[in-house]
């Protein structure tokens, strides 16, 4: 699986953004997605998750009643609808495919995926 995300961007704090992960194929249904951020001197940090197949999503305490994260399955994309943004949500933020249990903590393990996008930055200032 091949993974491309869209949609970063600056915005000032409070702002909103959505961003897009395409997929060049859907995802196993039982397997995890996820988004992860990384900010300059820190570790890659796992956000959202859902697993393909199910209505089942999953947050970080930090992003919890702010984000979202959503999946067409028509379009072979998982999103991440970002709002009251905050300056430490500044970041790279990764889509990621293929981990295997998104029903524990192991959803935020990222050495527990196998596919990784490029990256799409996000400027809160």
């Known amino acids: 699986v091949q993974l491309v995300e869209s949609g970063g961007g600056s915005v000032q704090p409070g702002g909103s953004l959505r961003l897009a992960c395409l997929a060049s194929?859907?995802?196993?249904?039982?397997?995890?997605m996820a988004w992860f951020r990384q900010s300059p001197g820190k570790g890659r940090e796992g956000v959202a998750a859902l697993v393909t197949g199910g209505r089942s999503t999953h947050y970080v305490d930090a992003v919890k009643g702010r984000f979202t994260i959503s999946r067409s399955s028509a379009e072979n994309t998982v999103y991440l609808q970002m709002n009251n943004l905050t300056l430490e949500d500044t970041a790279m933020y990764y889509c990621?495919?293929?981990?295997?249990?998104?029903?524990?903590?192991?959803?935020?393990?990222?050495?527990?995926?196998?596919?990784w996008g490029q990256g799409t930055q996000v400027t809160v200032s």
């Open positions: 990621a495919a293929g981990g295997d249990d998104c029903y524990s903590r192991r959803r935020f393990f990222a050495a527990d995926y196998n596919a």
């Open positions: 194929a859907y995802p196993a249904e039982s397997k995890c």
